[in-house]
Protein backbone atom coordinates (compact mmCIF):
# COMPACT_ATOMS: atom_id res chain seq x y z
CA UNK A 1 0.00 0.00 0.00
CA UNK A 2 2.76 2.33 1.31
CA UNK A 3 4.28 1.57 -2.31
CA UNK A 4 1.41 2.02 -4.14
CA UNK A 5 0.73 5.86 -2.51
CA UNK A 6 4.74 6.53 -3.01
CA UNK A 7 4.35 5.75 -6.89
CA UNK A 8 0.67 8.01 -7.50
CA UNK A 9 2.74 10.94 -5.41
CA UNK A 10 5.79 10.32 -7.79
CA UNK A 11 3.67 10.82 -11.09
CA UNK A 12 1.69 13.30 -9.74
CA UNK A 13 4.95 15.09 -8.93
CA UNK A 14 6.16 14.53 -12.53
CA UNK A 15 3.53 15.73 -14.34
CA UNK A 16 3.70 18.93 -12.07
CA UNK A 17 7.28 19.19 -13.22
CA UNK A 18 6.38 18.57 -16.82
CA UNK A 19 3.65 21.21 -16.52
CA UNK A 20 5.67 23.85 -14.65
CA UNK A 21 9.00 23.21 -17.27
CA UNK A 22 6.22 23.79 -20.18
CA UNK A 23 4.53 26.42 -18.51
CA UNK A 24 8.30 28.60 -18.39
CA UNK A 25 8.89 27.80 -21.78
CA UNK A 26 5.72 28.82 -23.05
CA UNK A 27 6.05 32.64 -20.81
CA UNK A 28 8.86 33.29 -22.21
CA UNK A 29 7.74 32.18 -25.91
CA UNK A 30 10.25 29.43 -26.30
CA UNK A 31 7.73 26.64 -27.16
CA UNK A 32 8.64 24.95 -30.09
CA UNK A 33 6.28 23.66 -32.27
CA UNK A 34 7.44 20.74 -34.53
CA UNK A 35 3.93 20.17 -37.13
CA UNK A 36 3.87 17.41 -39.23
CA UNK A 37 1.29 15.25 -40.21
CA UNK A 38 -0.54 13.28 -37.64
CA UNK A 39 -3.04 10.23 -37.02
CA UNK A 40 -5.63 12.78 -34.63
CA UNK A 41 -7.82 9.51 -34.57
CA UNK A 42 -5.05 7.53 -33.33
CA UNK A 43 -3.75 10.61 -30.51
CA UNK A 44 -7.18 10.52 -29.14
CA UNK A 45 -7.68 6.83 -29.24
CA UNK A 46 -4.17 6.60 -27.21
CA UNK A 47 -5.50 9.29 -24.97
CA UNK A 48 -8.83 7.88 -23.50
CA UNK A 49 -7.12 4.16 -23.23
CA UNK A 50 -4.49 5.70 -21.12
CA UNK A 51 -7.51 7.53 -18.97
CA UNK A 52 -9.71 4.50 -18.60
CA UNK A 53 -7.77 3.19 -15.43
CA UNK A 54 -8.30 6.74 -13.84
CA UNK A 55 -11.83 6.91 -15.17
CA UNK A 56 -13.03 3.43 -14.06
CA UNK A 57 -11.71 4.44 -10.06
CA UNK A 58 -13.70 7.29 -10.35
CA UNK A 59 -17.40 5.62 -11.80
CA UNK A 60 -16.66 7.99 -14.81
CA UNK A 61 -17.39 6.58 -18.63
CA UNK A 62 -14.85 7.37 -21.08
CA UNK A 63 -15.84 7.32 -24.87
CA UNK A 64 -14.84 7.83 -28.31
CA UNK A 65 -16.89 9.18 -31.14
CA UNK A 66 -15.11 9.12 -34.77
CA UNK A 67 -15.40 8.06 -37.68
CA UNK A 68 -13.08 5.87 -39.18
CA UNK A 69 -11.88 7.91 -42.15
CA UNK A 70 -11.02 11.56 -39.97
CA UNK A 71 -8.38 13.05 -42.05
CA UNK A 72 -4.61 13.91 -41.06
CA UNK A 73 -4.01 16.82 -39.30
CA UNK A 74 -1.27 19.26 -38.77
CA UNK A 75 0.22 19.30 -35.22
CA UNK A 76 2.67 18.81 -32.70
CA UNK A 77 2.16 14.96 -32.15
CA UNK A 78 3.57 15.57 -28.09
CA UNK A 79 1.74 18.37 -27.25
CA UNK A 80 -1.50 17.68 -29.11
CA UNK A 81 -1.45 14.33 -26.90
CA UNK A 82 -0.90 16.56 -24.10
CA UNK A 83 -3.54 18.64 -24.37
CA UNK A 84 -5.67 15.66 -25.24
CA UNK A 85 -4.73 13.51 -22.22
CA UNK A 86 -5.00 17.54 -19.94
CA UNK A 87 -8.80 17.67 -21.38
CA UNK A 88 -10.00 14.07 -20.48
CA UNK A 89 -7.94 14.30 -17.48
CA UNK A 90 -9.65 17.00 -16.09
CA UNK A 91 -13.53 15.99 -17.54
CA UNK A 92 -12.64 13.17 -15.07
CA UNK A 93 -11.42 14.75 -12.34
CA UNK A 94 -14.75 17.21 -12.64
CA UNK A 95 -17.21 14.71 -13.59
CA UNK A 96 -19.19 12.87 -10.40
CA UNK A 97 -19.36 8.79 -10.41
CA UNK A 98 -22.28 7.79 -13.17
CA UNK A 99 -21.47 10.77 -15.63
CA UNK A 100 -19.39 10.85 -18.68
CA UNK A 101 -16.71 12.24 -20.81
CA UNK A 102 -16.78 11.69 -24.54
CA UNK A 103 -13.80 12.62 -26.96
CA UNK A 104 -14.92 13.60 -31.02
CA UNK A 105 -13.87 14.18 -33.62
CA UNK A 106 -15.75 15.27 -36.51
CA UNK A 107 -15.13 16.79 -39.82
CA UNK A 108 -15.81 20.05 -41.09
CA UNK A 109 -15.85 21.18 -44.42
CA UNK A 110 -12.52 20.43 -46.34
CA UNK A 111 -10.07 21.81 -44.10
CA UNK A 112 -10.81 20.97 -40.43
CA UNK A 113 -11.25 18.61 -38.11
CA UNK A 114 -12.79 19.16 -34.77
CA UNK A 115 -11.86 18.24 -31.55
CA UNK A 116 -14.28 18.14 -28.73
CA UNK A 117 -14.02 17.09 -25.86
CA UNK A 118 -17.66 17.27 -23.54
CA UNK A 119 -17.69 16.16 -20.23
CA UNK A 120 -21.18 15.88 -17.64
CA UNK A 121 -19.27 17.23 -14.87
CA UNK A 122 -19.97 20.06 -11.96
CA UNK A 123 -19.22 22.59 -15.00
CA UNK A 124 -18.48 26.33 -14.64
CA UNK A 125 -20.20 29.79 -13.57
CA UNK A 126 -20.12 31.95 -17.14
CA UNK A 127 -18.81 34.99 -14.77
CA UNK A 128 -15.60 32.33 -13.72
CA UNK A 129 -14.92 31.03 -17.33
CA UNK A 130 -12.21 33.28 -17.90
CA UNK A 131 -10.60 32.41 -14.61
CA UNK A 132 -9.73 28.98 -15.79
CA UNK A 133 -7.22 29.95 -18.36
CA UNK A 134 -5.09 32.13 -15.49
CA UNK A 135 -2.14 30.40 -14.29
CA UNK A 136 -1.60 28.63 -11.19
CA UNK A 137 -5.44 30.09 -10.42
CA UNK A 138 -7.93 27.32 -9.46
CA UNK A 139 -11.37 28.57 -8.97
CA UNK A 140 -11.69 27.10 -5.41
CA UNK A 141 -8.72 28.44 -4.21
CA UNK A 142 -9.54 27.48 -0.71
CA UNK A 143 -6.74 25.30 1.72
CA UNK A 144 -9.57 22.85 1.58
CA UNK A 145 -10.58 22.08 -1.86
CA UNK A 146 -11.41 19.03 -3.13
CA UNK A 147 -9.26 18.91 -6.17
CA UNK A 148 -5.84 18.65 -6.73
CA UNK A 149 -3.75 20.26 -9.46
CA UNK A 150 -1.19 23.21 -10.31
CA UNK A 151 -4.08 25.37 -11.67
CA UNK A 152 -1.67 24.82 -15.20
CA UNK A 153 -3.17 22.28 -16.98
CA UNK A 154 -6.02 24.82 -18.81
CA UNK A 155 -3.46 27.84 -19.39
CA UNK A 156 -0.91 25.91 -21.00
CA UNK A 157 -3.98 23.75 -22.98
CA UNK A 158 -4.83 26.94 -24.53
CA UNK A 159 -1.71 28.71 -25.25
CA UNK A 160 -0.51 24.91 -27.06
CA UNK A 161 -3.85 25.13 -29.09
CA UNK A 162 -3.08 29.03 -30.04
CA UNK A 163 0.55 27.65 -31.07
CA UNK A 164 -1.47 25.74 -33.65
CA UNK A 165 -3.19 28.26 -35.18
CA UNK A 166 -6.33 27.28 -33.62
CA UNK A 167 -8.90 28.70 -30.56
CA UNK A 168 -10.47 26.85 -27.65
CA UNK A 169 -13.78 27.54 -27.38
CA UNK A 170 -15.33 26.99 -24.03
CA UNK A 171 -19.22 26.39 -23.45
CA UNK A 172 -20.15 25.59 -19.54
CA UNK A 173 -22.98 25.59 -17.38
CA UNK A 174 -23.03 24.98 -13.77
CA UNK A 175 -24.38 21.67 -12.88
CA UNK A 176 -24.77 20.49 -16.50
CA UNK A 177 -20.84 20.11 -17.38
CA UNK A 178 -18.48 21.87 -20.00
CA UNK A 179 -17.34 21.35 -23.42
CA UNK A 180 -13.98 21.95 -24.39
CA UNK A 181 -13.31 22.10 -28.65
CA UNK A 182 -11.17 23.50 -30.98
CA UNK A 183 -10.39 22.90 -35.27
CA UNK A 184 -7.37 21.87 -36.31
CA UNK A 185 -5.94 22.26 -40.51
CA UNK A 186 -6.90 18.81 -42.17
CA UNK A 187 -4.29 17.42 -44.19
CA UNK A 188 -6.16 14.49 -45.73
CA UNK A 189 -4.18 10.79 -46.94
Given at each position: ?A??V??R??????????????F???????M??????????????L??????P??????????????????T???D??????VV??????G??F???G?S??????E???NL??L?V???????????L???????????G??????G?T??G?S????????????L????A????????????????
Open positions: HLQSQAATRLEGMIEDLIMSLASKGESMKLQKVDIRRIVSAAKSALKAEERGVQVLVSAVENIPVQAPEKIGWNQLLDNIKTPSGVVISLKEGHVITTDTGIGIPSNKKEIFEPFHQLDSSTRHFGGLLLVRQIVEAHGSLDVQSEGKGSIFKFPLLALGE
